[in-house]
């Protein structure tokens, strides 16, 4: 036999070896996610998260019991440079998923043979920030011989409420307001989420974190809107033409945001009549206002689309989720619209309105119970996915 047949020969071998494997770990898993979707013993679930500029590992009991959940943020090495900067998000990703892993299974006093399944986001989010992820669960679910569930981190944000709010369940309207999605939908049972409105173009996070930028503020500009809000009067209109109420559920929030900047250049111009004006820095206290004025018209635009939600849907619980969900005067806006209609609403605390692992475990463990989100092997990651 020639040095060629040899190696062709040895190449097919290997190649019906791994073949085997592969098929071998589908089988088997495939029928611990029957075993898991039947029975009424305990499920614990390894939950990964790496979409954006958080490495998150958490693990969950039954959906709704937070073993551990451990966050390791990339702010401080983001901030910068201003916002996140994908290439730098992967690289970190990578040098921290190991040891957050380590850290939730220390954390929670289990070892990795007590794992039940994994899960994680795979998509939407930034590409190569969830290959990460997508990479260390698709190991572990191999090495464990344990199923892989895909979850979509959209609907994973409505379920951190499963956790904080231990008797909530659907249907109920879901509000999700983060730096990458503002959507108004109709969750009618866990894993029925029919999208109501969303935004046409930039997210209520985005907005914020633009304008935050745009007034020198740090990133991420949410809690910094927030902080310097509370210290202005919400007395600028930066709409002067006022529109009629929509009729539709749809929001847009990139007309806001170019009004803020054209109100700030506006006004350094009138501070500074050369063609240095974007330098100059504007008083705090028009800042303040400035922050106030946008805050309070951000929210009102996302209240109206929400009043109008539960007037067509005859919804009788608003559930928030998503990073801008620890805005505060968002909570007490939509506070006094539930009171008005006898609503009631339900958000998580600031911790599990971040990007979190365990609001991925306990989406995935809803998801094993509707026989619903086994992956494999061929998963991969998606920018965008169809909600
Ligand atoms: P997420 O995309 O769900 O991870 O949430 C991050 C987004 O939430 C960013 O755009 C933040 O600026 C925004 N955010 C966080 N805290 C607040 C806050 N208190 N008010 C408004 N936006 C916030
Ligand atoms: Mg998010």
Known sequence: MSIKEVKIKYFLNSYSLFNMLIMNYTQSTTEKFTQLKNTNADITILGIESSCDETSVAIVKNGREVLSNIISSQIEIHRRFGGVVPEIASRNHIMAINSVIDEALTKANLKLTDIDAIAV??????????????????SLSYALGVPLIKVNHIHAHVSANYIEHKTLNPPFLAVVASGGHTIIANIKSFNDFEVLGQTTDDAIGEAFDKVARLLGL??????????????????????????????????????????????????????????????????????????????KTSVDILTNAIKLAIEKNNSKAIVLAGGVAANSYLKKNLQSLCKESDLSLKYPSSLLCTDNGAMIASNAYFLIKDGLGLADLTLNAGATLKT
């Open 218 to 295: 740090p990133y991420p500009g949410g809690p910094e809107i927030e902080k310097h809000a509370k210290l202005g009067q919400a007395n600028i209109d930066f709409f002067k033409t006022k529109k009629g109420l929509k009729k539709d559920l749809n929001l847009s929030y990139s007309g806001l945001k170019t009004a803020v900047i054209n109100y700030v250049n506006t006004s350094k111009q009138a501070l500074k009549n050369d063609d240095n004006f974007a330098f100059c820095t504007l008083h705090p206290e028009l800042t303040n206002d400035i922050c106030a004025s946008f805050q």
């Open 121 to 138: 986001t795979h998509a939407p989010g930034l590409l190569g920030a969830l290959i990460v992820g997508v990479s260390a669960a698709k």
